[in-house]
């Protein structure tokens, strides 16, 4: 017995592990697809253009989307991404060791805003998209302690923005958080599941 209403699977746009159980856990079948676009090129384009990182987060699931959606005419695509801004500077993926501490030593003590944004595609059109912002209050750490964090986490900082995944060791790092946890994860699932129900795909 499934709530999943569809005859094809859910089309994730993304190879993230943490996006992928998310939506396994929530009952939903899904083909996982890697997504043939420079991301960091498009989200470096898109950060001359625009200044909010709430648009820039959403155009970059949109982009992703679209990119696949082109595969999948008669399937659900779904692609999301996350901007991370302390103030007027955003943040990207650290490239290695060296600039995830340098992200860690500017966000700590700081409070941060975490941007998630979720995009549905289908039919070659965009029926679906929305934001969420989480609020992360990072705690103050000294160089020891980003050091042993870092050392700890290994490789797994440079996969993620702000040098954390806060289902793993990155819980260390904050004082407070206000927001869905499943936003703070990369995927704003409930009010996606609330579309895919009003669209007929889940079971009312």
């Known amino acids: ?5 569809e005859k094809s699977p859910l089309i994730l746009a993304s190879t993230s592990a943490t996006r992928l159980q998310l939506l396994i856990a ?17 989200e470096f384009s898109l950060q001359s253009k625009l200044a909010d990182p709430r648009t820039i987060a959403l155009e970059l ?30 943040f990207h993926k650290p490239i290695g060791i060296h600039q995830a501490a340098e992200h860690l030593r500017m966000l700590s003590g700081q409070t941060h805003h975490l941007n998630s944004a979720v995009c549905l595609y289908r039919d070659g059109v965009c029926r ?5 912002t989480a609020m992360m209050k990072m705690r103050s750490f ?18 993620s923005v702000g040098a954390y995944q806060m289902e793993g060791l ?35």
């Open 1 to 5: 017995m499934t709530l999943w209403k």
């Open 26 to 42: 929530a009952g939903l079948p899904v083909k996982a697809v890697t997504v043939d676009l420079d991301e960091r090129a498009l």
């Open 61 to 90: 699931a949109k982009a992703k989307a679209e990119t696949v959606a082109m595969r999948y005419a008669d399937c659900w695509v779904l692609a999301a991404d996350q901007t991370l801004a302390l103030g007027n500077i955003q």
């Open 128 to 132: 679906f998209e929305h934001v969420e």
């Open 142 to 159: 000294g160089e020891a302690f980003v050091a042993d964090y870092l050392d700890a986490a290994g490789d797994a900082v440079t996969r």
């Open 170 to 204: 990155g819980v260390h790092l904050f004082e407070r958080i206000e927001g869905d946890h499943a936003t703070i994860l990369g995927l704003p699932i409930l009010p996606l599941l609330a579309f895919l129900r009003s669209a007929g795909a889940l079971e009312s």
